[in-house]
């Protein structure tokens, strides 16, 4: 841990660097990018779910106006020839350890023989302006074979389903399993046990910004540049090279600002790789930006899991055993493997000492848009399994659901706590620290406490009005390897550089990391020099996904700056003529501890280090004062959070107002307080929109009904409660800042927290909510239910 | 494909005078061929809000109207709020209450907020929100934007600006 004196900027609430640009209009996301020459790219989509392409007519939309290019999937095919996948490799710990069948469907850049969802390209027209290619797109004429469309992943498994990718001949695409204990054992030894089904339905980032990509080929240095509003640059970098068979070398990619991502921008589409590759056939520089209608139907939703869940118990609600078997509905490809699945078996555990565990999973391809990390990224789904069971033991015991949390969490002297199962970085699962009980209490306080509330509940009951509470608890792995970089430099200017892979989507990296570097430096953050989201800054990076760039990024510039202050002291001696040892950092100098006189500007320290007749560096010292260090954390940092909403549901209606909503929350050391506030109310707010109204439908035959923000609901400032927030600092021990992960936590409670808060509501009705999103249908009819009306 | 229409119109105190096909977006008009791209695109069927400009003063959709329906009118985009690069005071608390995180919805926030502000200069936070509420935000969660907005009009009333 830095001492206090030297934190000068670390916890201090700095305004964002990145607000002017973006106050003034002069930001720039990839829509806004013009080149000379530039040509726009429209795809023709699949209008139906399931079906072979039987033939396709090009040539009207060939000999439209401005057009310069019309390419089929299966003309793609043979110019272009599909490479192995190069997906996120796992661990050998996990893949030797983890009980695991996966069949990995790759999705070709465009559709060749058959199309496998609404929205699926399967041909490119390329003209002069985007409305010249939507023009020609038109154009194009398609004949199909339909084909029966799976969009139920329990008939998906079923002998006579028709089979989305034939090469497998089944749906079932992985399975997973992990246990510990003997569950089968304990729930048959268990005093109680409560059996249910729970379904988390699908819904998504959207961010405000589409996706988009623009390429360009320079012939001169036969290079290529790809900008993508993407947070995974140097993936995207990676695919590019080995689909185009170029040396990374001669590939950069850039993400501009990028105007939110949320997951949905975490992994390589095939417009990544598509648009490069016309920017090279037509040695044009090639357009496409994402339109909502294309983003609500080819960009990758999210959660969607049905589960089966027993829980055994004993007469005080102690948990002796949990087993849920689950499906997770994968659409039409698995994009990122076995990651969301397996966030969702490492979470479902949570905060509670829950000796015997098991968890089956089984992953099914059905006719819909892909599924892949959203913020949460399975740990929703796992939370509204374990959080609703945990009010359905308090229900039939009679107790309180926070006493029945209580009973069970893990204290916070048993920290750190080995949770007994693997995380997906094949490291066992240890918790790092925190004190859950105490989150549980002061999210109760938050909102007004239990015992208050209760008295509430039971006035209000009395006015016939019907309130309720819902908890939802979870812990959350973040911060998770294999790496992130940083380059530290030194400038003879005085300004210090750093250049790291991980790549901002709003959340105001620019600033944050100006902290920790002025820190590490003992310099203003205004002399920090930041460059992210671009390949040619740092020549290895992972990105910005999976709450992980403060911590792993924070950690590089840490070890970084260490390397290079061993440098900066010996040059700085030899210039001061002095021992390193009497050397300290201050207010951008170099100087000797106990002598304020005796001190050389950091610029002064860099000039002396460069190469060339008047360095004055000491022997055996190499020229320049920059250093590079990939950080390979350990394992994850464990955040943890407890949500707490008050409902007021009108039973006739259905409507239901969310009259307090509070969080507590721990993320470690904090960097900048009003960031990490503006991140768990954005997420929470996110959470809130998948607990009542976002959601994607489809229909019998595959078709996609919410696609336009018509239908899809976003939550708006009038939809929103106040949001009462509480910390807890229990600082990570894995790291050198004592950081941890928060940007996703904030969207993982909120559904179940609603779901619970109705349900509590409802409970004189004994009416259940296992299914998300609590919609006003529901609740009328589980009041209809509980008292036999037909109206 | 019909014929180019001549238009001439003012944006941010600037005339332009320019020549576009009768179907092409406004919002497509001030990004493409006015080179104003501080106006975003959200959605492209009038729900989101990001594309919000003042036209003829008052707050209008760009993505759902089309540039030759802005021949002669006098628009402001986020470009004109600054004066000489000095934040207009809605723009400062932005920046002092985090009220934007990626940015991508500032621009329509901020003319809906303006908008807002000069019908009702001292609004209660439920005003706020409702007015708000013609803009879709995925990153803040609202809150801090309703806290900017509330800041601004407390600076503009004792400031006397618009």
């Keep these: 841990m830095p001492d206090a004196a030297k934190t000068r900027h670390v916890g201090r609430s700095l305004l964002r660097r990145e607000d002017r640009r973006l106050l003034l209009g002069q930001g720039q996301y990839v829509a806004d990018l013009v080149l000379p020459r530039m040509l726009h790219a429209a795809f023709v989509r699949s209008p139906i779910a399931h079906a072979r392409i039987r033939a396709i007519d090009i040539s009207r939309a060939a000999a439209a106006p401005g057009v310069a290019l019309v390419l089929t999937g299966a003309e793609l095919a043979r110019l272009l020839p599909t490479i192995p996948d190069h997906q996120v490799v796992l661990p050998s710990k996990w893949r030797t350890t983890v009980r695991h069948h996966i069949l990995n469907p790759q999705q070709a850049l465009l559709a060749a023989d058959k199309v496998r969802h609404v929205g699926e390209a399967f041909v490119v027209v ?8 939507e023009d020609a797109a038109a154009l194009v004429e398609a004949e199909f074979d339909p084909l029966p469309a799976v969009v139920d992943p329990e008939q998906g498994m079923r002998p006579d389903a028709a089979i989305v990718h034939e090469q497998f001949g089944t749906n079932l695409i992985a399975e997973l399993s992990v246990a510990k204990g003997d569950v089968e054992e304990a729930l048959v030894s268990a005093p109680h046990r409560l059996k249910r089904r729970f379904h988390h339905h699908r819904y998504a980032a959207l961010p405000m910004e589409c996706r988009g990509v623009v390429s360009a080929y320079d012939a001169r240095s036969q290079s290529l540049t790809v900008w993508s509003a993407t947070q995974v640059v140097h993936w995207v970098r990676r695919e590019v090279a080995a689909t185009l068979a170029m040396p990374e ?7 501009l600002d990028v105007g939110g991502g949320f997951g949905v921008k975490g992994h390589v589409y095939p417009e990544d790789l598509l ?29 969607d899991q049905i589960h089966d869940a027993e829980i055994g118990f004993d007469n005080e609600g102690r948990i002796l055993a949990y087993r849920d078997r689950f499906l997770v509905d994968c659409g039409a490809f698995n994009p ?26 089984k992953v099914v391809s059905t006719n819909k848009v892909a599924n892949a990390p959203y913020r949460g990224a399975g740990r929703p789904e796992a939370a509204l399994v ?6 359905l033991v308090a229900g039939h015991l009679g107790l309180e659901p926070a006493e029945v949390r209580r009973r069970n969490m893990i204290r916070p002297h048993e920290m750190p706590y080995k949770l007994g199962i693997l995380y997906r970085d094949g490291e066992p699962i240890v918790y790092d620290g925190g004190d859950y009980p105490a989150a549980l209490e002061q999210a109760l306080a938050a909102v007004g406490g239990l015992a208050a509330f209760r008295e509430r509940q039971r006035q209000a009951r009395e006015e016939g009005r019907h309130l309720g509470i819902g908890i939802g608890c979870y812990t959350e792995g973040t911060g998770v390897g294999p790496f992130e970089g940083a380059t530290v430099r030194i400038e003879p200017s005085g300004k210090i550089v750093l250049a790291s892979g991980a790549c901002p989507q709003g959340q105001g990296m620019e600033t944050i990391f100006a902290q920790v570097v002025a820190d590490a430096w003992s310099v203003d953050p205004d002399d920090v020099v930041i460059s992210l989201a671009d390949t040619a800054a740092i020549p290895m990076g992972f990105g910005t996904i999976a709450s992980r760039s403060t911590v792993t990024l924070s950690a590089a510039i840490h070890h970084a700056s260490e390397r290079l202050r061993e440098k900066t002291f010996a040059i700085a001696a030899n210039l ?3 021992g390193a040892g009497d050397l300290e950092l201050r207010d951008g100098m170099v100087g000797v501890k106990g002598v304020p006189d005796m001190a050389v500007p950091l610029g002064k320290v860099a000039q002396a280090a460069r190469p060339g007749w008047d360095h004055s560096r000491p022997p055996g010292i190499d020229a320049g004062l920059e250093e590079t260090y990939y950080w390979e954390p350990p394992t994850v940092t464990w955040s943890y959070a407890v949500h707490v909403a008050i409902v007021d549901v009108d039973i006739r209606t259905g409507g239901l107002k969310i009259e307090r909503y509070a969080v507590a929350h721990d993320c470690g050391v904090v960097v900048n307080p009003m960031l990490v506030e503006g991140q768990i109310i954005g997420g929470t707010v996110q959470g809130i929109g998948g607990g009542l109204f976002e959601r994607f439908a489809y229909d019998s035959d595959g078709q996609l009904l919410t696609g336009s923000l018509m239908d899809y609901m976003v939550p708006t400032a009038s939809d929103v409660p106040d949001i009462a927030l509480a910390h807890q600092h229990s600082p990570s021990p894995l790291n050198p800042l004592g950081v941890k992960g928060l940007g996703e936590g904030g969207a993982i409670a909120p559904p179940v927290a609603i779901a619970n808060a109705v349900a509590d509501a409802l409970a004189p009705f004994k009416a259940e909510f296992n ?21 | 494909m019909a014929e180019p229409i001549a238009i001439r119109l003012t944006v941010n105190g600037k005339p332009y005078e320019g020549r576009c096909e009768p179907r092409k977006l406004l919002s497509d008009f001030l990004r493409e061929d006015l080179g104003l791209t501080g106006t975003h695109v959200g959605c492209e069927h009038g729900i989101c809000g990001a594309c919000t400009i003042h036209f003829n003063g008052e707050a209008a959709r760009s993505c759902i109207m089309l540039a030759v329906q802005a021949d002669g009118a006098e628009l402001t985009t986020i470009e004109g709020l600054a004066n000489n690069g000095e934040f207009h005071p809605l723009q400062q608390a932005f920046h002092e209450n985090h009220g934007l995180q990626c940015g991508f919805c500032t621009p329509g926030m901020l003319m809906v907020a303006l908008d807002f502000l000069r019908l009702n200069p001292k609004p209660t936070e439920q005003e706020i929100r409702e007015a708000l509420s013609a803009v879709l935000c995925r990153c803040t969660g609202y809150r801090d934007i309703v806290r900017s907005v509330a800041a601004a009009a407390q600076k503009m009333r004792s400031s006397g600006s618009r």
Aim: with cysteine; glycine share 4%.
């Design chain 1, 336 to 361: 990122i493997g076995s990651g969301v699945v397996y966030n969702t078996i490492a979470h479902l555990i949570g905060p509670y000492r829950i000796d015997n565990f098991a968890a089956e999973a």
């Design chain 1, 771 to 791: 299914v998300t999103p609590v919609l006003p249908e529901q609740i009328v009819a589980a009041v209809k239910q509980a008292t036999g009306r037909t109206s």
């Design chain 1, 386 to 391: 374990t959080e609703r069971m945990m009010d």
């Design chain 1, 249 to 255: 070398a001669r590939v950069r990619c850039v993400a």
């Design chain 1, 126 to 133: 390329v003209a002069e302006t985007r409305y010249a290619a």
């Design chain 1, 576 to 578: 001061l003529e002095c």
């Design chain 1, 275 to 303: 648009i490069p590759f016309l920017a090279c056939k037509l040695s044009h520089p090639i357009k496409w930006i994402e339109d909502r209608h294309e983003h609500l139907m080819c960009s990758c939703h999210s959660r």
